[in-house]
């Protein structure tokens, strides 16, 4: 199993819709978890940081199951600047190292 | 803001050269990390430092050294270049142990 799984997708959605994105990890001990957003040919960048007790901003939820080992990412209203991919990070569980999926790209449509 | 510096947007190097590529962030970050993002593989980190003059290897550190005099400033090394190096190169910067990285706009690399 890989340590960081993502359904490659791509999800093509109109604007307007919600869309969800699951992560899983394989690694029971990892403790920190973030998601980040890269579009065509730019870095990565932070979009939002994944709590135990779930967290919101603005448009966008992220949840934490550790039960079940993976993380999720909510996006309602989609816009179509939200086209990008999303990638997810889990630290090696007692490490710093991040450990990055290889994302899932969205595609909103008008 | 944190600012994570690239010296290089573009870069096009010949096979069998030495290569530096660098990076500076402004943050007083501990961690420092180099990846190489290709299409269908994801990042795959080279190299990363948690201190100054400290290294540890990555997922894929055949062909490539670094270097942290500073801080603020971490190096990669291509020591021979080879073509299977053209890629996009990415450096990033943390603040310590669970907090988020940040990344410098990366740098393609193209080895003829």
């Known amino acids: 199993r890989k340590e960081v799984e993502q359904d490659p997708g791509p999800f093509n959605v109109p604007e307007g819709a919600t869309v969800a994105f699951n992560c899983t990890y394989s690694?029971?001990?990892?403790?920190?978890f973030f998601w980040y957003r890269q579009d065509c040919r730019k870095e990565p960048k932070l979009l939002m940081s994944v709590y135990s007790s779930g967290n919101e901003d603005g448009r966008f939820t992220a949840q934490l199951n550790r039960a079940s080992q993976y993380i999720s990412l909510l996006i309602r209203d989609s816009k179509l600047s939200d086209s990008a991919t999303y990638l997810c990070v889990v630290n090696r569980g007692g490490s710093y190292i991040p450990t990055f999926g290889r994302g899932t790209s969205l595609i909103v449509h008008p | 803001d944190v600012k994570v510096t690239q010296s290089s947007r573009y870069l096009v190097k010949r096979t069998g050269e030495k290569v530096f590529l660098e990076c500076v962030q402004d943050m007083d970050h501990e961690n420092m990390f180099w990846y190489r993002q290709d299409p269908g593989l994801g990042l795959r980190l080279i190299y990363f430092s948690y201190d100054v003059k400290m290294k540890e290897k990555g997922d894929i550190p055949e062909g490539y050294s670094v270097s942290r005099e500073k801080k603020e400033r971490f190096s990669l090394i291509l020591e021979s270049a080879s073509t299977n190096q053209t890629s996009m190169y990415l450096c990033?910067?943390?603040?310590?142990?669970?907090?988020?990285?940040?990344f410098g706009d990366g740098t393609r690399l193209s080895i003829l």
């Open positions: 990033a910067s943390s603040f310590g142990g669970n907090q988020p990285q940040h």
């Open positions: 690694n029971s001990a990892s403790q920190s």
